[in-house]
């Protein structure tokens, strides 16, 4: 066993605001930052703009909605992203990804289904076709 304490992996980026592995939320987030969650989400998170990253400690259920998402913990739930998904070693997803670009680490758990749609395009493709 070693003498060093556990402690909560720093966010990605030093501007993220965090929610720790005591954080339980249920409800709505909307955030105009990058967001680092490590504890418990129930509901939906947007943050358009940003970057959403889920902790290893993070057990998310909600739809998420951001920029760029980054999973290392566990979600159930739809994403959207404007530009990436990247699923981390020992992360778990079960739902849809939306987002033009997907990265998926080796050891990483997904059960869903992919779109590489834009979000931008895809309600651009929705016209009706003359024969």
């Not at 967001?35 to 990253?53: F, M, P």
């Amino acid at each position: 066993m070693s003498p060093t304490p556990f402690r909560t992996p720093e966010p990605e980026s030093r501007d993220a605001v965090a929610l720790g592995r005591a954080v339980r939320v249920v409800g709505q987030i909307f955030t105009k930052e990058d967001l680092y969650i490590d504890g418990d989400v129930e509901g939906a998170i947007e943050s358009q703009d940003n970057k959403i990253t889920i902790g290893p400690n993070g057990r998310v259920q909600a739809d998420i909605r951001a920029h760029d998402v980054i999973i290392r913990g566990q979600v159930q739930g739809n994403i959207e992203a404007g530009n990436k998904v990247e699923l981390r070693k020992d992360s778990k997803l079960v739902g849809t990804i939306t987002a033009p670009r997907i990265g998926i680490e080796e050891g990483a758990h997904f059960k869903g289904r992919i779109d590489t749609e834009t979000l931008e395009s895809s309600s651009e493709i929705a016209w009706p076709i003359s024969t």
